[in-house]
């Protein structure tokens, strides 16, 4: 994590504060289905990282509302980058990351995500489905490969 002793302490606990209240609104939009509490818990998070410019969490669940439930995936990939580049170390960012490339993105950097996360120790619990997802991608990977080839032999 990069330190910044230069961030006031009552500066990290405004982000802190507009961070929770992000998390309660992105509660309330799980409960109701309403995108607006979504967009409100964005703008919330927005707050927390305009005060903090280096606060990881803020950009990772800025990140995992736009790709997950506001459908920015572009956004939300760059909200996780940029939680990846403030603390390298926090596997959480790159399991989101890695599944928000398989699915709307490049499947080669989702499985580097993904490995990456599992070099790093994430949670038990997603483990599992973080080596199943590289598990299908190489498949997949692997049988478009086998088809290109296919292609070039029939076209001799």
């Known amino acids: 994590m990069i330190d910044e002793p230069d961030i006031a302490l009552w500066r990290r606990a ?7 209240w992000g998390l309660s609104l992105c509660y309330w939009g799980i409960r109701t289905a309403d995108q607006s509490f979504f967009r409100a818990g964005v703008r919330s998070f927005d707050r927390a990282i305009h005060v ?35 603390y390298p170390e926090w596997p959480d960012p790159y399991l989101q990351r890695g599944l928000f490339q398989r699915f709307h993105g490049d499947p080669h950097a989702a499985i580097t995500d993904l490995q990456r996360y599992l ?8 483990r599992g489905e973080a080596e199943r997802q590289i598990a299908t991608l190489q498949a997949e990977l692997d049988e478009n490969a086998r088809a290109e080839d296919k292609k070039i032999e029939d076209g001799r």
Request: charged letters at 20%; proline letters at 2%.
């Open 52 to 86: 903090w410019p280096g606060f990881a969490g803020g950009f990772y669940r800025r990140g995992l509302i736009r790709g997950r439930e506001l459908s920015q995936h572009l956004q939300g990939i760059a909200d996780l980058t940029r939680a990846i580049e403030l």
């Open 119 to 126: 070099e790093l120790g994430g949670d038990r619990a997603w």
């Open 14 to 20: 405004l982000a802190y504060w507009w961070y929770t």
